[in-house]
Antibody, heavy 121, light 110 residues
Framework: EVQLVESGGGLVQPGRSLRLSCAAS????????MHWVRQAPGKGLEWISG????????GYADSVQGRFTISRDNGKNSLYLQMNSLRPEDTAIYYC??????????????WGQGTLVSVSS | QSVLTQPPSASGTSGQTVTLSCSGS????????VNWYQQLPGTAPKLLIY???QRPSGVSDRFSGSRSGTSASLAISGLQSEDEADYYC???????????FGGGTKLTVL
């Protein structure tokens, strides 16, 4: 069974940093692109970043470009999101999602259960 | 303001067919595939329709998707109470170089 388990969320002050992790199992992690999608409280879904199977292709939404960094460790079957200079508007549930393809975006399937990040003083 | 436009709410009675719309532009729906996700209350989103009209294994054939020009739609037939959820459309946007979502449609089964 394919499983994605996010961790690393929590309460953080504005301007500080946080690193999210996503542990993958049940599939050959190195064969697929991966993504982070977030959902602010009571709001819709927002794609924030994606990374190809070999990390050659990486993309970010404008809202996080320059502040967030996506990475992966295929040896550890793990996806990461380093979040710097956090703002209150970054408060959201952060989902890790597996792409159906290898190189870039096709569709997200499945999604992890999410980890909550709250940015507040 | 979402790049893809979805009506915020929709409703129907049990057994009815409802159709949810998703409107975009030439840089997203007009040139790329559309996917649909279902988010049941308090849970993570789940893939419902991929590549405009394909259903993943395990998804009921009561769900069907289509795309025409710069718009897409999701039809749900034989509406059931367990279909109450938020539905999101998504597509790659060539201008923004990223995935864009609709704002979501909250479906209520009366």
């Amino acid at each position: 069974e394919v499983q994605l388990v996010e961790s690393g969320g929590g309460l953080v002050q504005p301007g500080r940093s946080l690193r999210l992790s996503c542990a993958a199992s049940g599939f050959t992690f190195e064969d697929y692109a991966m993504h982070w999608v977030r959902q602010a409280p009571g709001k819709g879904l927002e794609w924030i970043s994606g990374i190809s199977w070999n990390s050659d292709t990486i993309g970010y939404a404008d809202s996080v470009q320059g502040r967030f960094t996506i990475s992966r460790d295929n040896g550890k079957n793990s996806l990461y999101l380093q979040m710097n200079s956090l703002r209150p508007e970054d408060t959201a549930i952060y989902y890790c999602a597996k792409d159906a393809g290898r190189t870039w975006y096709t569709w997200f399937d499945p999604w992890g259960q999410g980890t909550l990040v709250s940015v507040s003083s | 303001q979402s790049v893809l436009t979805q009506p915020p709410s929709a409703s129907g009675t049990s057994g009815q067919t409802v159709t949810l719309s998703c409107s975009g532009s030439s840089s997203n729906i007009g040139s790329n595939i559309v996917n649909w996700y279902q988010q049941l209350p308090g849970t993570a989103p789940k893939l419902l329709i991929y590549s405009n009209h394909q259903r993943p294994s395990g998804v009921s054939d009561r769900f069907s998707g289509s795309r025409s020009g710069t718009s897409a739609s999701l039809a749900i037939s034989g509406l059931q109470s367990e279909d109450e959820a938020d539905y999101y459309c998504a597509a790659w946007d060539d201008s923004l170089h990223g995935v864009v979502f609709g704002g979501g449609t909250k479906l209520t089964v009366l």
